[in-house]
């Protein structure tokens, strides 16, 4: 099957053709006839399935025959800046040709007047974080009552960080006759129930990703005695010469600009990414990441999903992450674009708890493994008996329902070791989760 054999507009057509695009993804040639024929659909798809193409495209489609410069007439909700950068760089690529398209990112972080006045010339897509949407709405500096089609990209991302009033008011704010697209990577509980209010006899697209699909992602578990040894055990992780790029996800942003510091002084090429930042900073960090002058980014889980960077070789969890599913998505960075990837979790032995969340949402058992030299000296606690269906061992890809161990271990570096993680912090920080701020 071809790009132009599912009705898509000629213009919109070559502009996919001009950016290397040949054959649809099941997911996008199910989804965009969908589309097309005005229904409101639910699709649950993989990270990488190119969801993004899958709404936009028949979106712009719609556009191409004139568009109405002065109200929205596409709107996206993303759950976070980064997600939003990602959708709006579509939006330019596949709307290259349409030459009347006007469209805008609005998300925290940017000035405020910039994107007031940009809406007041007039803007065809909208492309959203909640919460800055909710306060133009509250100052009347955009109207959504000519809205035509309604995209809620990552729905259960959107509804765990809270946003689920955010969303059903500005939904309230949009006509009753708007085309909704929902995708998720469930469409039960929560989300199924958001589903049932915001869609009208909504075509059902799921997809679970073949073996050849699957992300091949080799993963261990590596315990720490103290915040000391983590840090050491990171600086030999960092310079093992298999490491392309590395994002290290911390708890806290406080731990993330700590930890960034820490590394720089000791010579890493590293910058921190959280939500504190302004999105020129996000954006800056981001490009200088795609473009290899950073090896190393400390982030949040801000940059669990919609962070796209190919070259990133490791994902490491210096801090685990208190839930099975936001642990999929953070190493789901790794492995991207049929590469292998690495995923290290460290653990402190009294976090069982935790490795048992992940291991019972994955239903695998994490492989445990160390770096010669920096064997932990303490004993964790006992993890009990292996999760329900869960697998140990063996070198096999990573999927979006359980994740493969690999038998790779890692030796100690010829190059002599920093003194990186040996003196202590210069300041503690709190372990407890906060929400990103968007």
Do not use: W
Not at 25 to 38: C, M
Not at 137 to 146: G, H, Q, T
Not at 168 to 193: C, K
Not at 335 to 355: M, P, T, Y
């Amino acid at each position: 099957m071809s790009f132009s054999s599912l009705g898509l507009h000629p213009l919109v057509l070559k502009a996919v053709e001009a950016a290397g695009y040949t054959e649809p993804t099941p997911v996008q040639a199910q989804s965009i006839p969908a589309a097309l024929a005005g229904d409101d659909l639910l699709v649950s798809s993989q990270t990488g399935s190119g969801k993004t193409a899958a709404f936009m495209l028949p979106c712009l489609h719609r556009l191409a025959g004139g568009a109405n410069a002065r109200q929205p007439r596409i709107l996206v909700l993303t759950p976070t800046r980064e997600l939003a950068a990602q959708v709006t760089r579509a939006a330019d690529i596949y709307g290259k040709t349409l030459r009347h398209l006007r469209y805008i990112s609005i998300v925290g972080g940017t000035p405020m007047h910039l994107e007031t006045r940009l809406l007041r010339v007039g803007v065809d897509v909208v492309v959203a974080t909640p919460g800055r949407l909710l306060d133009h709405l509250n100052r009347r500096s955009l109207d959504l009552s000519r809205l035509e089609v309604l995209v809620l990209d990552e729905a259960d991302r959107m509804l765990d960080m809270g946003f689920i009033e955010d969303i059903e008011t500005i939904i309230g704010h949009t006509p009753a006759t708007r085309q909704t697209l929902l995708f998720s990577a469930t469409l039960e509980g929560v989300v199924g129930n958001l589903a049932q209010r915001v869609t009208r006899n909504a075509k059902r697209i799921q997809f679970a990703p073949t073996r050849e699909e699957q992300p091949r992602i080799e993963q261990k578990l590596m315990y720490a005695d103290s915040k000391s040894h983590k840090g050491r055990l990171l600086d030999s992780l960092l310079r093992d010469p298999a490491m392309q790029q590395a994002l290290v996800f911390t708890a806290t942003k406080r731990a993330a600009d700590e930890l960034s510091t820490n590394l720089r002084i000791e010579g890493f090429s590293c910058q921190a990414l959280h939500g504190d930042m302004n999105q020129s900073a996000r954006n800056r960090t981001l490009q200088a990441m795609r473009q290899g002058r950073v090896k190393v980014l400390i982030a949040t889980d801000v940059a669990a999903r919609g962070l796209d960077v190919p070259g990133i070789s490791h994902v490491i969890n210096y801090d685990l992450p208190r839930q099975g599913e936001d642990y999929v998505h953070r190493i789901g960075r790794t492995g991207r674009a049929g590469r292998e990837g690495v995923a290290i979790s460290f653990a402190n032995h009294d976090e069982g708890g935790l490795v048992r969340n992940i291991e019972r949402y994955t239903t695998q058992q994490l492989t445990v493994g160390v770096i010669a030299g920096l064997e932990p000296k303490l004993k964790a606690v006992p993890r009990h008996a292996a999760p329900k269906g869960a697998r140990s061992g063996g070198n096999r890809p990573y999927n979006s329902q359980g994740a493969g161990g690999g038998g790779r271990t890692f030796s100690s570096p010829d190059k002599p070791r920093s003194g990186f993680g040996k003196r202590p912090s210069r300041e503690s920080y709190s372990q407890t989760r906060r929400p990103e701020s968007n």
